[in-house]
């Protein structure tokens, strides 16, 4: 891992920055506060934004990262913006409208990743969310090796550099790496992971395949209560994360964050308050020790913050796999 320009490469050949910031908030934040933080986060070094169609807000964003190109902050090249397509997309014949519809909010040329978000579809339409008459969440099949396809097809279009997937088990990344005419390996897999659940088997997977693991709820999660049990503990208010902190004169955060990329692992760090935000970039004037590190790992304890639970009946849940 290059620590030293903050980047790593991915196994097409492409840079992606090891922090990265994430938009989503939930629906009752106006959505022109979006705008605004990730502007401040382009500010303060931000390169690496994590967005998607789901969250609604790729307007806001797109129009962030515009602005900052406009005046000069940035040029495009230097920033790596991620979507993903949503469950609702993952037929085939849907994927590439779905990344231009993206694109189209965003107004911009190209995304440099674009994953698929889950592994469970979900029937198409207008809904994020599609539900029936008892409000009970309406579940489609796929092949996702076809929608793989769709997506190799997205990258050769030059809609997206890279191509990645997210919430993916072992075993449904190994159906991807051993399909029939494969064209692209996935970059990354994008997954819960944080001291709590620290992915150790699966990154152990992903290491040996060359693809990069991202950590999303690197800082615990957002704890809303539409997706996390309010009873799990949190995060950052661990005593060990805390004790550590305090040795080094680091907030837990900032120990949460730095212990992701010592392990080798791409963070991401959502906030939409400018002095965390700013915060977090402090992660990279720090370092652990060995001890440290394996005093974190300690702490695992495989507790998962997103269980996605309205989706457990599906053959594809991710998390019935033990990794
Ligand atoms: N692929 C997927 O399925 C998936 C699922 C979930 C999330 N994600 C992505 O990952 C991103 C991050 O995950 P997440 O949304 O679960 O949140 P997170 O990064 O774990 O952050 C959790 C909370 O920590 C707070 N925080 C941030 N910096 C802090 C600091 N320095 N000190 C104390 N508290 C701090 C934030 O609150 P404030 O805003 O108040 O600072 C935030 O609500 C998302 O925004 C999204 O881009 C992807």
């Known amino acids: 891992m290059e620590t030293q320009c903050q980047r790593v490469k991915l196994n097409d050949g492409h840079f992606i920055p090891i922090l990265g910031f994430g938009t989503y908030a939930p629906e009752e934040v106006p959505k022109s506060e979006a705008l605004e933080v990730t502007k401040f986060a382009i500010e303060v070094g931000f390169r690496h934004i994590d967005c998607a169609h789901a969250y609604r807000n790729e307007e806001q964003v797109g129009h962030a990262i515009r602005s900052k190109i406009a005046d000069g902050t940035v040029k495009r090249e230097d920033i790596f913006y991620t979507s993903k397509l949503w469950s609702t997309c993952l037929q085939p014949e849907l994927v590439q409208s779905a990344l231009e519809k993206s694109l189209k909010n965003l107004q911009l040329d190209y995304v440099d990743l674009y994953?698929?978000?889950?592994?469970?579809?979900?029937?198409?339409?207008g809904e994020i969310l599609p539900t029936d008459e008892d409000g009970k969440l309406i579940l489609?099949?796929?092949?996702?090796?076809h929608t793989w396809e769709a997506l190799e097809k997205c990258k050769d279009a030059g809609l997206t550099k890279s191509i990645g997937v997210s919430n993916f088990n072992h075993k449904q990344l190994e159906k991807i790496l051993n399909k029939h005419r494969l064209k692209y390996k996935p970059v990354c897999n994008q997954v819960e992971c944080h001291p709590y659940l620290n992915q150790g088997k699966l990154l152990?997977?992903?290491?040996?395949?060359?693809?990069?693991?991202?950590?999303?709820?690197?800082?615990?999660?957002?704890?809303?209560?539409k997706w996390v049990n309010p009873?799990?503990?949190?995060?950052?208010?661990?005593p060990v994360l805390c004790a550590i902190a305090k040795k080094h004169k680091q907030t837990p955060a900032l120990?949460?964050?730095?212990?992701?990329?010592?392990?080798?692992?791409?963070?991401?760090?959502?906030?939409?308050?400018?002095?965390?935000?700013?915060?977090?970039?402090?992660?990279?004037?720090?370092?652990?020790?060995?001890?440290?590190?394996?005093?974190?790992?300690g702490i695992n304890r495989n507790m998962r913050y997103y269980e996605f639970l309205p989706i457990i009946d599906h053959p594809e849940y991710p998390y019935s796999e033990e990794y």
């Open 140 to 145: 489609d099949s796929v092949d996702l090796r």
């Open 115 to 125: 994953l698929i978000h889950t592994p469970v579809p979900l029937k198409q339409g």
């Open 231 to 238: 009873n799990y503990p949190i995060l950052l208010e661990d």
């Open 204 to 225: 152990g997977f992903c290491k040996s395949h060359d693809i990069v693991l991202v950590a999303y709820g690197a800082l615990g999660s957002q704890r809303l209560s």
């Open 255 to 297: 120990v949460a964050l730095r212990y992701q990329i010592q392990c080798g692992v791409v963070a991401l760090a959502k906030s939409y308050n400018r002095k965390r935000i700013k915060e977090n970039m402090q992660v990279f004037d720090f370092e652990l020790t060995p001890e440290d590190m394996k005093t974190i790992d």
